[in-house]
């Protein structure tokens, strides 16, 4: 069964730092898509990154920075510079077959991060 | 351009009692998923529609049932209400059913069981 694992239940760092945010995940596939989703107090998950088991490049999208290693088995997340409005919850999420119907559970979410920026 | 929208808000039930939830797709998209999120606890999968059809379920008792409309619009329905059905229903919206597709959240339906 998949199962996506976020040790940290909660960073607090002071604005400007970088952070890093921990997700290990389990699954028996080969094929399979790695997320992350940022959920602000607002309630509503917003998407930020998806990843599929093939390509393990790093990707960087302007203070947001992912890390793919498949011989961990880790995905995980670095803000840099970070800034008050980065406080949220980060989730990552596994989805393992790739049509619905072929026995998969939708996305399987970690626990999550409550990351917090201290001004 | 609309997101996913849901309502209502807020719905406070007792024990016992069945409630209904509903979901409108972001505009273009016909497939919709429910997760219920505990407090302080990720989301987790309930079920898919597309094509008006239950294409995938997760570990739920069968007290929670849905509906998708010919709009693509959906209901999640739950009977029997337990104290533990406390949490936020979030609906997710996607094009098409694979897996992989970027899904898009609404805010969210907070239900309290009293």
């Known amino acids: 069964a998949q199962k996506v694992t976020q040790a940290q239940t909660e960073i607090s760092v002071v604005e400007k730092e970088d952070v890093t945010l921990d997700c290990v995940y389990e699954?028996?596939?080969?094929?399979?898509?790695l997320f992350w989703y940022k959920q602000p107090p607002s309630g509503e998950l917003v998407f930020l990154i998806r990843?599929?088991?093939?390509?393990?490049q790093n990707e960087i999208s302007g203070r947001y920075s992912w890390n793919f290693q498949k011989s961990t088995s880790s995905f995980n997340f670095t803000i840099t510079a970070s800034q008050v409005v980065d406080s949220a919850v980060y989730f990552c999420?596994?989805?393992?077959?790739?049509?619905?119907?072929?026995?998969?559970?939708?996305?399987?979410f970690g626990k999550g991060t409550h990351l917090i920026i201290q001004p | 351009d609309a997101g996913v929208t849901q309502s209502p808000t807020h719905l406070i039930k007792t024990r016992g009692q069945q409630v209904t939830l509903r979901c409108s797709p972001k505009?273009?998209?016909?497939?919709v998923s429910w997760y219920q999120q505990a407090l302080g606890q990720g989301p987790q999968f309930i079920f898919q529609?597309?094509?008006?059809?239950?294409?995938q379920r997760g570990n739920f008792p069968d007290r929670f049932s849905g509906h998708q409309f010919p709009n693509y619009s959906s209901e999640l329905n739950v009977n029997a209400l337990l104290l533990g059905d406390s949490a936020l229903y979030l609906c997710?919206?996607?094009?098409?059913?694979?897996?992989?597709?970027?899904?898009?959240f609404g805010p969210g339906t907070r239900l309290t069981v009293l």
């Open positions: 997710a919206s996607s094009l098409g059913v694979l897996n992989y597709n970027e899904q898009f």
């Open positions: 999420a596994l989805s393992e077959a790739v049509y619905s119907g072929g026995g998969a559970d939708g996305l399987t």
């Open positions: 505009s273009g998209h016909d497939t």
């Open positions: 990843r599929n088991s093939f390509d393990e």
């Open positions: 529609y597309y094509e008006e059809e239950e294409r």
């Open positions: 699954t028996r596939d080969t094929t399979y898509y």
